[in-house]
């Protein structure tokens, strides 16, 4: 789109869930009186009157470019929790950007080499950490940064929103966590309804989801279409999903879908699965077969349960990293505890050490935050990345990635209580790099928006200064509570089980259960598709 007489030029992908505000404002300063209904056409207005400062205005997912003629020059800016994908290229005297690591590749113009640090990023943690790619002469632009391209070249990614920070930054209040919870949810769920066409929403067996689908009641929608997936290997097991989320949708109401993915279902549509894949990853299976379904029956636009867990402290992380962290700490008091434990245990239960060889790693990563959380969500140790790498991509890969100081820099600066801390830990890095990425490519893949209130930023500052308050499933049981009719206690008692993907027995027919190891397998796979 353009505006001010072809001045300014954008491309932009995603959502402003207040555009209509901004609008308002815009047009009661005199500032600028739109053409259109669009909030692209706001987002044009905001930058020719505020230039970057435009951007602490924004409630919604984003990554846009802006040309401007008058100076030539590129803004390129990217939303807060990194929702919306933006990568670039600056090679041999030309600036490339996209919303796909693939679609710059197919451009052509662009080095094919790979990166070491990407390639071990995936086969430490299941997926590439940003800013790093598959390939060398391609970066992603961080979440909550901004660039500006001109003559003199690319400038470097200024930062200009931070979870840690917003976590750090927060005030304790007062306030009930449920009252908290239930105002600041109800909200967002009311912005991410915007839309000129229906919405829907995915629906687990989980609280998020659940709470969601009441949430959207409350917010006033009339008809609710509830899409389910189910697997045929997990049917009448506690994995299953399918009975209590029909449960929940009989409970307020929704038009619940369901339905059941196969082996053979997995077969057919692997290759259009890696074909959408655009970086590797251990995740994104789920997300797009439920996407597909939502496609089926032509829905444009629905709304997920994602980013409830890093939210609202309901993951096992919130007490097994601080925990780890408290062992190790102690352990390493006693003089060579650590290549004693490794060797006796490697010695004595060679079959066990081979099952648990995370717990090997306690005291040689346990004693920093980053490294127990690295510990609790490596899919591979440092030290086994040369059974699947070779050794020099292993120590180029590790000096360029640094893994640790990687992962310490989004706790920068400290969200200062141990809840936030794992918050800011899980929020900039699992769910950044794998569940916030593979949620795009596989509902890009269907032509589907996948919109996620409970990653917002705006909720983020409301729940912020009660976080410290989210321990022992505090978080989780408001979230239950938030509608005016709560959540069934079939669902909101549920023993957290993670959504399981039988991807160990679709690739193993011999496997008749899933396995801590699934993982693993599925990543030798993702990796050999990539190379």
């Not at 007489?5 to 932009?12: A, E, K, N, P, R």
């Not at 056409?41 to 919604?60: K, S």
């Not at 801390?421 to 794998?434: G, H, I, K, P, W």
């Amino acid at each position: 789109m353009h505006f001010a007489g072809d001045d300014l030029t954008i491309v932009f992908n995603g959502e402003i869930y207040n555009y209509q505000t901004l609008r308002a404002e815009i047009e009661q300063s005199g500032f600028h009186h739109f053409r259109t209904a669009s909030d692209t056409e706001v987002l044009l207005a905001l930058y020719a009157r505020y230039g970057a400062g435009m951007l602490d205005r924004l409630r919604g997912m984003f990554a846009f470019a802006i040309h401007d003629r008058r100076n030539d020059t590129l803004f390129l800016a990217r939303d807060p929790y990194g929702i919306k994908p933006l990568y670039f290229s600056n090679e041999s005297g030309a600036f490339r950007f996209a919303s796909s690591v693939k679609a710059l590749i197919a451009g052509g113009g662009i080095s094919h080499d790979r990166d070491p640090a990407g390639l071990v990023g995936f086969q430490l943690l299941g997926s590439v950490p940003e800013p790093f790619t598959i390939y060398r002469a391609v970066s992603a632009l961080p979440a909550g940064s901004h660039m500006t391209v001109g003559g003199g070249g690319a400038g470097k990614p200024i930062r200009w929103a931070s979870i840690a920070a917003r976590l750090s930054d927060a005030r304790a209040a007062h306030e009930p966590v449920d009252a908290v919870v239930a105002q600041a949810a109800l909200d967002s769920v009311r912005a991410h309804m915007v839309a000129d066409v229906e919405v829907g929403t995915f629906l687990s067996a989980g609280t998020d989801s659940g709470a969601l689908l009441g949430l959207m009641r409350d917010a006033g929608a009339s008809r609710v279409r509830a899409i389910t997936i189910g697997f045929e290997e997990l049917i009448g097991t506690p994995a299953d999903e399918v009975p209590i989320a029909s449960e929940v949708a009989r409970h307020y109401g929704a038009e619940h879908h369901v339905e059941t993915i196969t082996r053979q279902d997995f077969a057919d549509a692997l290759p259009q699965i890696l074909d959408a894949m655009d970086q590797p990853s251990i995740d994104g299976i789920n997300s797009w077969f439920v996407s597909r379904a939502a496609s089926k029956l032509g829905l444009k636009v629905v709304l997920s349960g994602l980013g409830g867990d890093e939210l609202l402290a309901g993951y096992s992380t919130f007490s097994s990293v601080p925990r780890t962290r408290r062992l190790a700490r102690l352990m390493g008091t006693v003089p060579f505890a650590g290549p004693l434990a490794r060797s006796a245990a490697t010695t004595l239960v060679p079959g066990w050490a081979a099952r648990n060889p995370k717990a090997l790693g306690v005291l040689q990563f346990g004693r920093s935050w980053a490294g127990a959380y690295l510990l609790r969500r490596a899919v591979l140790l440092p030290s086994e990345l040369s059974a699947s790498l070779d050794d020099d991509v292993v120590r180029e890969g590790l000096t360029r990635l640094r893994p640790l100081d990687c992962i310490a820099d989004t706790m920068r600066p400290d969200p200062k209580s141990d809840i936030a801390r794992v918050a800011a830990l899980e929020t900039s890095n699992y769910m950044r790099n794998q569940l916030l990425r593979d949620s795009d490519w596989a509902s890009m893949a269907h032509s589907l928006e996948l919109r996620t209130p409970l990653v917002d930023w705006e909720l983020l500052r409301q729940i912020a200064p009660v976080t410290a308050k989210l321990a022992s499933g505090a978080g989780k049981a408001a979230l239950a509570k938030a509608p005016s009719r709560p959540l069934p206690r079939a669902c909101s008692d549920r023993a957290r089980t993670g959504f399981t993907v039988p991807i160990g027995q679709w690739l193993n027919p011999r496997q008749d259960a899933p396995s801590r190891l699934d993982s693993r397998a599925w990543s030798s796979e993702v990796a050999q598709a990539f190379a």
